[in-house]
């Protein structure tokens, strides 16, 4: 996914929830990232 698509993601409020270190840098929590691939997970069948 590229950053662009991810940034407009979170603009829109579908992006799995961020954390912004003291520095400024943003980290997302690995079990966050997994659920939420789950979700945006569709059938192939």
């Keep these: 996914m590229s950053r ?3 940034y407009r993601l979170r603009a829109r ?3 799995p929830r ?3 270190l003291p ?3 943003i980290r997302i929590r ?3 990232l ?3 691939w789950d979700t945006c997970e569709v ?3």
């Design 30 to 32: 690995r079990s966050d």
């Design 13 to 15: 409020g579908k992006a």
């Design 4 to 6: 662009a698509a991810f």
């Design 34 to 36: 997994d659920s939420w």
């Design 18 to 20: 961020l954390l912004k």
């Design 43 to 45: 059938s192939a069948c």
């Design 23 to 25: 520095n400024g840098q």
